[in-house]
């Protein structure tokens, strides 16, 4: 039980970075990229940028609990990060910023050329994927 909860504190702790990440890198896009590259393709090369940014942040947090943690804890700090930046997303950006739903529900339709669900994918199994690619460094020590 103890473990778990460690696992799910660290969690927790590196969740602000994330925050931190996209909101440089959404005001990076927003006064370089779109400027000069127009909206979407600034859509598309800041959602790729954070989400190679957010694998980097998680590879680095599994290298160092991957051996305390299993697959399976790995997986539900995902989950509790993508829950996160759903609350986070749909809740400060509806009732703060006073973005209308239809304006954040968008960025969702991979139809229409948005990729901020690759974003959701990348958090949710970002760590259990990186897990198993460390391998759990090669000793196989971690279990499922």
């Keep these: 039980m103890m473990r778990q909860r460690t ?4 969690g927790l702790a590196i969740w602000p970075i994330f925050l931190v990440t996209a ?3 959404g005001a990076f896009r927003e006064s ?3 400027p000069a590259l127009g909206e979407q393709m600034a859509h598309v090369i800041g959602t790729l940028l954070f989400v190679s940014v957010m694998l980097a942040i998680q590879w680095i947090f599994v290298a160092k609990v991957g051996e305390s943690f299993r ?3 790995l997986l539900l700090i995902g989950l509790m990060w993508t829950a996160m930046i ?3 997303e749909l809740g400060f950006f509806h009732f703060v910023a006073s973005v209308p739903g239809e304006r954040l529900l968008a960025d969702y ?3 229409a050329g948005r990729l901020w669900l690759l974003v959701l994918l990348t958090t949710l199994f970002g760590p259990p994927t ?3 690619v460390q391998g759990w ?7 499922v």
């Design 23 to 25: 909101v440089l890198l």
């Design 7 to 10: 696992a799910y504190l660290l």
């Design 86 to 88: 759903l609350f986070f």
């Design 109 to 111: 339709n991979i139809f």
């Design 71 to 73: 697959q399976s804890d």
């Design 137 to 143: 460094r090669a000793g196989g020590k971690g279990h």
């Design 130 to 132: 990186i897990y198993a």
């Design 32 to 34: 370089v990229i779109s």
